[in-house]
């Protein structure tokens, strides 16, 4: 993620559970405090899908992210 955050090319997407359009301020808020800790800009996820559960029952949100380095 610090790599993407840093202008490398690549991609995110994400994956959220209950996913509505209505919690976008929300996601956006959280993502905002991440690249604060992180000390990054935060990047829009580019494909967001909504999905009932992840594998592990505390999990609401994960992230994919492909940088190239090189």
Request: with cysteine; charged share 25%.
């Amino acid at each position: 993620m610090r790599a993407l955050a840093d202008g490398c090319e690549g991609s995110l997407s994400g994956v959220e559970v209950d996913w509505t359009p209505d919690k976008m301020s929300l996601f956006v808020e959280g993502a905002a405090r991440a690249a604060k800790r992180l000390g990054v800009t935060a990047l829009p996820p580019l494909t967001g899908i909504g999905v009932a559960a992840l594998a592990e029952p505390d999990l609401l949100v994960e992230i994919e992210a492909t940088a190239i380095l090189d």
